[in-house]
């Protein structure tokens, strides 16, 4: 039994979950929509808070986060479910497939036999769409893969029951009740104001732009401070953050850009389409970053090129407040 | 980023399963997704992160092959787990995995606990647990 749901891929699997959901329910949200609605760019260095010994870096919000957004802004009902015991759990979605409900699920990355190897890591918050069942085995609509993939009772058991931080304890979600009509252009107001709160107006020095001048005012010390070995370590780990799947940096750059072409069409004005444009420069001197800062982590490395990187890192910090700033002149 | 200028660099991460979508603008400026191999500088840094594993796993097989350590020793840094980690995963207290490290107990164990290392690693059956040669480079 297969449910006839459209698969298509996505640059993050959140977005891409529930943009794929709605569409089957009839409502038609790009990514781009769904991310920008979910004000999915962000910013935060957290140098006190660290991760396998590394300040942590990071270009999203926490998983889950523009998923709660979505439903709310759009007034989804959405039932959400954890199990204590994996076959209960496994039992409720035989359940739904067989009532034909595409059932999305939060699940560890490791296990999941279809990933390629070099991408499997103990990352707890994937998601994905049961979308059937055929011959014992689960269809899965997993937006980061080309195709739908398959997974036996025990795999899908073993990525729904993944252990470590963040255990998704077999969380299992479906749409209860989608409203009639959505009201799409406060939704992406609502989308755009909150982005422009977090990334300007945030007070304190680790959030938004101030947080990327505030990255780059430390990354200055770092040989001095940590020694070089160190220093490179803590730059390759900024660039993992930056490129790696669905942590964000370059790529929701342009992803914001998709966005304002789409919000710009939607709510009929122009400059955001300009400020699109500006917002892909931007995205494209944080390529720029991520080569440089993996020249650096390659090795010859002097204190002089990391000034060069953190002066750099102050121009993007810059470029990406104006975009802000723009936005909020253009929609006020 | 251009539609043009959306990096192909393979260095077969993706191993061929996938690609990785990416926006970029086209012609007429506007953005589309276009489906990328990989980049080199993401290349590049996963590697290296890869690398890294791949050396302790390495260093875990060679302990196995000695006779000092049991092949769960192996199996635990093949998945990238500590022992906090693969205790969860098999409901064991940490001591007791431990203890399975060495091939003496190892080769008393029960099927049942056999069966949870199984599951833990993902695993088809207990003859794999013996095999050191999955994933290798």
């Known amino acids: ?332 | 980023m251009k539609v043009d200028e959306v990096p192909q660099d393979d260095a077969n991460l993706l191993e061929g399963k996938t690609r990785d979508v990416q926006y970029a603008i086209d012609e007429n400026g506007k953005y589309i997704t276009v489906k990328s191999v990989g980049w080199d500088p993401k290349n590049t840094i996963m590697q290296q992160a890869w690398e890294v594993e791949k050396k302790k796993i390495r260093q875990a097989k060679k302990l196995v092959m000695d006779g000092i350590k049991s092949p769960l020793y192996y199996h635990m840094f093949r998945c990238l787990m500590n022992v906090k980690l693969l205790s969860s995963y098999v409901k064991l207290p940490r001591y007791k995995v431990k203890r399975h490290f060495d091939p003496k107990i190892f080769s008393k164990l029960s099927a049942q606990i056999l069966d949870k290392y199984v599951y833990a690693f993902g695993l088809k059956n207990r003859d794999d647990l013996l095999k050191l040669e999955l994933h290798e480079d």
């Open chain 1, 1 to 332: 039994m297969k449910i006839d749901f459209e698969h298509r891929m996505a640059a993050h699997c959140e977005n891409g979950v529930i943009s794929n959901m709605l569409r089957y329910y009839g409502i038609d949200l790009s990514e781009a929509l769904i991310f920008g609605i979910g004000s999915g760019i962000y910013f935060s260095y957290l140098p006190f808070y660290k991760l396998n010994g590394m300040p942590v870096t990071s270009f999203r919000p926490w998983p889950g986060l523009i998923f709660k957004r979505i439903t709310k802004a759009l007034d989804i009902k959405m039932h959400i479910e954890l199990f204590k015991n994996p076959e209960k759990a496994m039992k409720a979605l035989d359940d739904n497939l067989e009532n034909g409900i595409p059932t999305g699920m939060v699940v560890g990355v490791f296990h999941l036999t279809y990933f390629p190897a070099p991408y499997r890591f103990h990352f707890n918050a994937h998601n994905i769409v049961g979308i059937g069942k055929e011959n014992g085995e689960y269809l899965i609509s997993d937006p980061v893969m080309e195709k739908i993939e398959k997974l036996s009772y025990n795999d899908l058991k073993r990525v729904r029951y993944a252990m470590g931080i963040a255990k998704p304890k077999g969380k299992m979600y479906y749409m209860e009740k989608i409203p009639q009509t959505i009201d799409l252009e406060k939704a992406i107001m609502k989308g755009l104001k909150r982005t422009i709160l977090e990334m300007v107006k945030l007070p304190g020095p680790i959030i938004g732009v101030t947080g990327i001048k505030y990255l780059s005012s430390r990354i200055k010390k770092w040989p001095k401070k940590y020694g070089e070995k160190k220093a490179a370590q803590y730059l390759g780990q900024i660039v993992r953050m930056l490129e790696e799947i669905g942590t964000g940096g370059a790529g929701f750059r342009f992803l914001f850009s998709a966005f304002l072409q789409e919000a710009s069409e939607k709510l009929q004005i122009p400059a955001l389409n300009d400020l699109s444009m500006e917002m892909t420069n931007v995205g494209d001197k944080w390529r720029e970053f991520a080569v440089k800062a993996g020249r650096i982590c390659k090795g010859r490395q002097t204190s002089e090129t990391y000034n060069e990187l953190s002066e750099f890192l102050q121009t993007i910090a810059d470029e990406e407040k104006k975009v802000y700033l723009g936005i909020e002149k253009a929609i006020s």
